[in-house]
């Protein structure tokens, strides 16, 4: 149990284009899912905690017009990079709170932005 | 100070060895103690999951988590070369920064289990 699912895997884009996200939790509902990304060799970086049915809470320094969340449902909860540039490029990866203070993560998604 | 420190290593070991992997803290409110372990372009996977101290074990897994000290550990018997892999520490508690169960990794250990 506890499944949570990305897609796409990995994406390529050009500069300027938007690029959506999906994360999913295949197997329980998650009112509170979170966004991460993590640079090679560095740990995961916390970019906002995406509420089910309200808006999401941006950390400090994360462009909340660039990174759009959206947490439509208890299963789904999407990351869009808007007008992405080759400084987005990174691993972006999503979690789901199951109980207390677990999380479970999705298996990432690599973003290459040309 | 870092609220979690964390070796970043490498970490070699051959395989069937005892693995000792260790985090400190600084912020007393950590009630939640989890370690995740993430292989290479993969998410992290949660391994174990400890509420305040004691020790836990799961197999090969083995969790310990001594608030007085600020320090948790994560013991592997038996290691294999499967187990080679990035280890991540992450503790929370319930209302850590207003927030809804936000966690705080360490930097991750690098393990490798050379066979």
């Known amino acids: 149990g506890a499944v949570v699912s990305q897609h796409p895997s990995w994406v390529i884009c050009k500069s300027g284009t938007s690029v959506k996200i999906e994360c999913r939790s295949l197997?329980?509902?998650?009112?509170?899912m979170f966004w991460y990304r993590q640079f090679p060799k560095q740990s995961l970086m916390l970019m906002a905690t995406s509420n089910e049915g309200s808006k999401a809470t941006y950390e400090q320094g994360v462009e909340k017009d660039k990174f759009l969340i959206n947490h439509a449902s208890l299963t789904l909860s999407t990351l869009t990079v808007t007008s992405a540039h080759p400084e987005d490029s990174s691993f972006y990866i999503c979690?789901?709170?199951?109980?207390?203070?677990?999380?479970?993560f999705g298996p990432g998604t690599r973003l290459l932005v040309l | 100070q870092k609220e979690v420190e964390q070796d970043p290593g490498p970490l070699s070991v051959p395989e069937g060895a005892i693995v000792s992997l260790n985090c400190t803290y600084s912020n007393s409110a950590f009630q939640y103690f989890m370690w995740y372990r993430q292989y290479s372009r993969k998410g992290p996977e949660l391994l174990m999951y400890t509420y305040s101290s004691g020790n836990k074990e799961d197999g090969r897994f083995t969790a310990q988590v001594d608030k007085s000290s600020k320090y948790i550990s994560l013991f592997i018997r038996d290691s294999q070369p499967s187990d080679s892999a990035t280890y991540l520490c992450?503790?929370?508690?319930?209302?850590?920064?207003?927030?809804?169960?936000?966690?705080?990794f360490g930097k991750g250990t690098k393990l490798s289990v050379k066979p």
């Open positions: 979690s789901a709170k199951l109980a207390a203070e677990t999380q479970y």
């Open positions: 197997d329980f509902q998650a009112t509170t």
């Open positions: 992450a503790m929370s508690s319930p209302n850590y920064g207003g927030s809804q169960g936000n966690l705080i």
